[in-house]
């Protein structure tokens, strides 16, 4: 069984959007380099980027084994980018579809 492990917040304005969340949940922003950045929350980390044509909220689901979990959303009729870069004290992760275009993403953690 799979758990939200990580969410991303797409932004067209990632300034306006982490002064947004800090005051409604009171969350600290941590920015990043070109326009990223995170929140950590009492359980679970919140990443934001800007420059989102569509913002929205990406749900990630922690997996055991990426690469495996890659080739299920793959085999299900989904689609699954590549891996993203091996990240210490986060792990990898890989956006996905299912096959109506739903966004989500797979986070093997560290």
Not at 11 to 34: I, K, R
Request: hydrophobic share 35%.
């Amino acid at each position: 069984m799979s758990t939200p492990s990580y969410i991303e917040i797409g932004s067209g304005d990632t300034e306006m959007s982490a002064a947004f969340f800090s005051t409604v949940f009171s969350w600290e922003y941590a920015p990043m380099d070109n326009a990223n950045g995170w929140f950590q929350t009492p359980t679970i980390k919140v990443g934001i980027h800007g420059g989102d044509a569509n913002p929205q909220l990406y749900v990630f689901f922690a997996v055991d084994d990426l690469q495996e979990a890659i080739e299920k959303v793959r085999s299900a009729g989904g689609e699954a980018g590549e891996p993203g870069p091996f990240e210490p004290g986060f792990g990898r992760f890989c956006t996905c579809t299912d096959p109506t275009g739903i966004a989500f993403g797979l986070h093997e953690k560290e």
